[in-house]
């Protein structure tokens, strides 16, 4: 299988009044290229504690309701609020930025004592809900961790999600060969508890050293 091309584009620093653009990284299936949209646009705070790119402008979770890997609906802010949360677009046939961003996060969950794990969420949101079913995206998830809490349905209402945090998601494409391939941001943002905003960013290279670092610190709720 041939691992798809990548592009990037760079989103308008005044659209989202911040100051610096952050690549859009896409995934696939199947062979190709594949465009890419507005990033979400930030820059690193040289003073933070956090080794993730902490973000200028502070993002409102998305209202969004789908259905969970028990086939019950699951209201993201409602069911997040008050809690560390950290949100990522892309879907189980992924063959490379997905599968490889949520087990880096897996490892870093295993290394947090039970009271810190206990206080974050995962949320991996499909961006192929006519392939990722409830039973599928719940399978996929247990190789990371049984506790990643999976989202799919209606996929207008994914790419407006997405949208509102300056991420870009696309219909998916079935290839001749029968793959499928679907192009989407590739950012992981963390939203902290004390105001359900997103207040930290980690691009698609961003390793496991990392993550292992900013989760206790997110878990805890430290400003950025």
Known sequence: MNLPTTRSRLAGAAALALTAALSLSACGSG???????????????????????????HFDKPDLTLTDTSGQPFDLRRRTAGRTTLLFFGYTSCPDVCPTTMGDIGVAMQKLPADQRAKID???????????????????????DKDFIGMTGDLDKVKEAAKSLGILVEDPVVNKDGSV?????????????????AHVLYL???????????LPLLAKGVAA
């Open 31 to 57: 062979s190709g290229a594949h465009a890419a949209g507005p990033a979400a646009v930030s820059k690193e705070a040289s003073n933070s504690p956090y080794q993730g790119t902490v973000l200028t402008k």
């Open 122 to 144: 995962v949320v991996f949101v499909s961006t192929d809900p006519q392939r990722d079913t409830p039973k599928v995206l719940r399978t996929w998830l247990d190789s990371f």
């Open 181 to 197: 391939t679907s192009s989407h941001g590739a950012q992981v943002l963390a939203f902290l508890p004390s105001d359900d905003k």
């Open 204 to 214: 698609s290279n961003t390793d496991t050293a990392t993550f292992a670092h900013d």
